[in-house]
């Protein structure tokens, strides 16, 4: 709840750097703050302000606030930029996504979340993923691939890569096998990580999320958990030990990174020659939020035929994709989709091809704006790249 | 939204003006922007209006002019004394962040043109991207808009290089400015004002200089929404360097005859006492630091400037800086403006209570020892140590004849005691420097009222008639300056 950041949000000194830092790479700050009417209200320091107004009851939850508050991309990026530290913790002194955040957890505790918001939260209640859809699908796919519910290293395919975009789960699992990690996975019995509700609030259900997951994870025996999407190797990584109040017994490791020490120790070597222009779009969760910048270019780079170019802004000063992990999305479609121009065009500046990320949601999120404006270029997740890469 | 929600008397108006888009009421929103970078307490608006072009801005005045309601303008928000009072919950708050686009770079007449609410930032990057140097602030405050900057702070506010350039005054050539009554006008001879001159920019041959009387106005005059000002070439080569004395008499002698050097040698330099010199390096004892940055265009030249530097200061009891000090010279060495934007990551929890201003040079160490007791008891008498509060004392040469002084105290802020106690601290200190013949450097708020308090009577008689005749139903910041 927001009175945990007390501490915190008195210490904003307005300062206006996640409003209007400037400079070669960073440009303005807050997504939300430029796609919109531009109200201080809408980037950092304005919602540490709202934050304090609550907190010193100035005004409550309205339906206009409430609204603002979830319009917020938790993406970090004003946190990244302000760069303030608190001496004692050494994390970051204003933390304006997890301020936002408790402000959510409180909205939902007062019954007001916004209606989309709960209803998907009921849905990953009761059907354990966030698109309502059977875990069977899960199953199935363990049963595809012969993939054993036990062993030291989990595959952890998340929703997005089994019922949105399922060549996503079976390229990482070819990419696992071809390069010799014998894997296992949970099929039925891995649940939603829980990251959209974590951030939009809807913490009950993301903490039944949690510890199912801990339970079998725990059980099947695993040492390390894999997995591509960016979204379950942050909420695991960093969000379950907040939860479970512990460290975690088993280590989580980002498919990229999991390629990028398959490189460094020389066990990694692509056949297939791409020719194609790269660009790559860091996301909020594997990023900032996870300091996860270099691994994915260093594999992406390794391919050959292969070009590599940055977008403007990119590692920590880069623009969310305008999904704010699925949250704005839902909430403020138009929102999100302007965002999401305003960083393909980004990408469309680079002369690049293809626009790759390290997560599923980014990927969906970059191709929606390419299909709305028909653009000539090519939306690819990391591990299409990589498996095309690898001939298989 | 709440369709029967009580709005501002006059929403549909403004909104008919700027779009519903750019216009709220909210209780959030009002407060959201209530506060400046100070422990003053907020002052809420009735009303924000985010103009999108000058008509707009003309349209919201006149609005505002026929109505008598008072209109408080805002740039980046991070002023120092408190904004404008004006009449709270009835203010119009117009901010011009959506004024922010670079107009024009002649390179041929070395003139930037950009309007109001643009950053220093970013004005200073793209400037710096074209090969030229502007004389704004970098940091911190390069998230203030150059209209903010402009109107806010006495002589236009300062820049890196304030100890040579002195204010940002000299380098404005000219405003486009919104009248109270809605009129729009140009000053230093731009395109508005002489219809046969469209390129040059010269603040006092066709007409006194008006440009000169919205410098630092607070607002009171009317409000900017463009700026044409002077750049200069890129310098090429910085170096720095440091010096270490064992009293504040022989820092302040070196630095006074520094400053009787013309050219002034430095284009960066500043005096820094033993609790901020202590806490920059990491070190104990009572070592005053003379710290200084010599921008050039070659080598052979800062290379000249240096040994003159270093003469005066081993003469007068200086020793260079030892092995390990290198680290605070960090804000002194950097020449691209955009290096500048990391150094707020070094900052850490808390708030600088800023007690500057501006001294006379002649009878300045009698002055900065004044105000150092004054501060020293201040520490005692409210026990500041036991609320790990820090001294950081800051002397700044201001061309030839002038020193800007700090007293500041950082403190955490998140104490509402103690930030009760600082601001209460900070309006006391105003007052007794104001009396002791300083000058404030901020036209806002608590540091206005001040100032304007010690005007002679006939001084203020001719401030009033003058606002009274711009605006006569003294819409613009009603209040500030005693106005």
Redesign the interface.
């Given at each position: 709840m927001l009175e945990k950041y007390r501490?915190n949000v008195?210490?904003c000194?307005?300062?206006?750097?996640c409003?209007?830092?400037?400079?070669?790479t960073?440009h303005y700050v807050c997504p939300v703050l430029e796609n919109t009417?531009?109200?201080?209200?809408y980037c950092g320091?304005?919602?540490i302000?709202?934050a304090k107004?609550i907190l010193e009851d100035?005004?409550t939850y309205?339906?206009?606030?409430i609204d603002?508050v979830y319009c917020c991309l938790c993406c970090e990026n004003c946190r990244e930029q302000?760069?303030?530290?608190?001496?004692e913790t050494g994390k970051p002194?204003i933390d304006t996504g997890r301020i936002v955040r408790a402000m959510r957890e409180e909205i939902v505790k007062l019954g007001k979340c916004p209606k989309v918001m709960s209803e998907i939260s009921r849905v990953v209640s009761e059907e354990k993923n966030t698109f309502g859809m059977s875990l069977e699908k899960k199953k199935d796919l363990a049963r595809k691939y012969n993939l054993p519910s036990a062993g030291e290293s989990l595959f952890f395919s998340g929703c997005y890569s089994v019922f949105r975009n399922p060549k996503e789960a079976d390229d990482t699992i070819k990419i696992l096998k071809n390069t010799g990690e014998e894997i296992a996975y949970l099929g039925d019995e891995e649940w939603c990580c829980g990251v959209m509700q974590y951030w939009d609030g809807n913490t009950g259900v993301m903490r039944d999320m949690v510890f199912h997951n801990m339970e079998v994870i725990e059980k099947s025996g695993a040492k390390k958990i894999i997995t591509p999407c960016a979204g379950c190797y942050d909420t695991i990584k960093d969000i379950y030990p907040e939860i479970i109040e512990d460290d975690l017994p088993f280590e989580v490791v980002h498919l990229s990174e999991y390629l990028s020490d398959l490189l460094d120790d020389g066990k990694l070597k692509f056949e297939k020659e791409l020719n194609k222009t790269v660009t790559y779009h860091d996301p909020c969760h594997l990023g900032r939020h996870a300091g996860v910048y270099e691994q994915p270019r260093k594999v992406i780079k390794a391919i050959p035929g292969v070009e590599l170019v940055e977008m403007e802004r990119n590692r920590n000063a880069a623009f969310c994709c305008g999904s704010g992990i699925g949250s704005v999305r839902a909430t403020h479609p138009e929102l999100a989709l302007d965002i999401t121009h305003s960083r393909v065009d980004e990408a469309l500046a680079t002369g690049a091809h293809v626009v790759t990320s390290a997560c599923p949601m980014c990927v969906e999120q970059l191709e929606l704006s390419g299909k709305k404006r028909k653009l000539d270029l090519e939306f690819i997740n990391l591990p299409e790249l990589v498996a095309n890469a690898l001939g298989i | 939204?709440?369709a029967s929600k009580k709005h501002y008397f006059l929403y549909d108006e403004l909104a008919a003006i700027v779009g519903t888009?750019?216009v709220?009421d909210?209780?959030?929103?009002l407060?959201?922007?209530?506060?400046?970078?100070s422990p003053f307490p907020g002052k809420a608006s009735g009303i924000?209006v985010?103009p999108g072009t000058v008509e707009e801005v003309s349209e919201v005045l006149k609005l505002a002019n026929i109505t008598k309601t008072p209109v408080i303008p805002r740039g980046?928000?991070?002023s120092l004394f408190g904004f404008p009072t004006g009449v709270p919950g009835r203010n119009i708050l117009i901010?011009l962040?959506?004024l922010n686009k670079l107009v024009e770079i002649n390179k041929e007449n070395m003139t930037v043109t950009a309007q109001a609410g643009i950053?220093t930032?970013?004005l200073s990057?793209k400037v710096w991207e074209e090969g030229f140097h502007i004389h704004t602030v970098h940091t911190?405050?390069?998230?203030?808009t150059i209209g903010g900057l402009l109107t806010g702070a006495g002589g236009g506010g300062f820049p890196m290089e304030a100890a040579s350039a002195g204010c940002i005054w000299p380098y404005v050539l000219g405003f486009e400015v919104v009248l109270p009554d809605g009129s729009i006008i140009k000053t230093g001879a731009g395109s508005g004002t002489n219809t046969f001159r469209e390129k040059t920019f010269d603040r006092v041959f066709s007409a006194p200089d008006i440009t000169g009387m919205f410098i630092g106005d607070g607002g009171i005059f009317g409000i900017k929404t463009e700026v044409t000002m002077q750049i200069l070439p890129r310098p090429d080569v910085i170096e720095t360097g440091g010096f270490i004395f064992k009293k504040m008499e022989d820092l302040w002698a070196s630095m006074s005859s520094l400053m009787n050097i013309e050219p002034l040698p430095y284009s960066r330099i500043y005096g820094i006492g033993p609790e901020g010199f202590n806490a920059r390096t990491g070190k104990t004892g009572n070592d005053w630091g003379l710290l200084y940055g010599v921008l050039g265009y070659s080598q052979e030249e800062v290379g000249l400037k240096i040994e003159a530097i270093e003469r005066i200061c081993r003469k007068l009891g200086g020793r260079g800086l030892p092995d390990g000090y290198e680290e605070i010279l960090t804000d002194l060495d950097q020449i691209d403006p955009?290096s500048y934007?990391?150094m707020?990551?070094r900052?850490?929890?808390?708030?600088w209570a800023f007690m500057e201003e501006f001294a006379s040079k002649e009878g300045f160490l009698e002055y900065y020892k004044t105000t150092r007791d004054y501060t020293d008891n201040v520490f005692k008498k409210e026990r500041l140590e036991e609320y790990g509060c820090k001294r950081f004392d800051l002397i700044i040469p201001f061309g030839h004849t002038s020193v800007y002084l700090g007293n500041n105290i950082f403190y955490?802020?998140?104490s509402p005691e103690l930030r009760e106690k600082l601001l209460e601290i900070v309006k006391e200190h105003t007052i007794f420097v104001t009396k002791l013949g300083a000058s404030m450097d901020v036209h806002q708020g608590f540091a206005a009222e001040v100032m304007a308090s010690y005007w002679s009577p006939t001084f203020y008689n001719f401030m009033h008639v003058l606002k009274r005749a711009i605006d006569p139903n003294n819409i613009l910041c009603p209040g500030l300056w005693k106005l």
């Open positions: 501490y008195y210490r000194t307005r300062c206006g750097v409003r209007a830092k400037y400079n070669e960073v009417a531009g109200f201080d209200h320091r304005g919602r302000a709202t107004g100035r005004f309205s339906d206009a606030l603002v302000c760069g303030s530290v608190d001496l002194l | 939204m709440d888009k750019f709220t909210e209780g959030f929103a407060w959201s922007v209530s506060h400046d970078s924000i985010l980046g928000g991070a901010q962040t959506r950053t930032g970013e990057t911190p405050l390069y998230t203030d955009k934007r990391e707020g990551k900052s850490s929890m808390g708030m955490d802020q998140g």
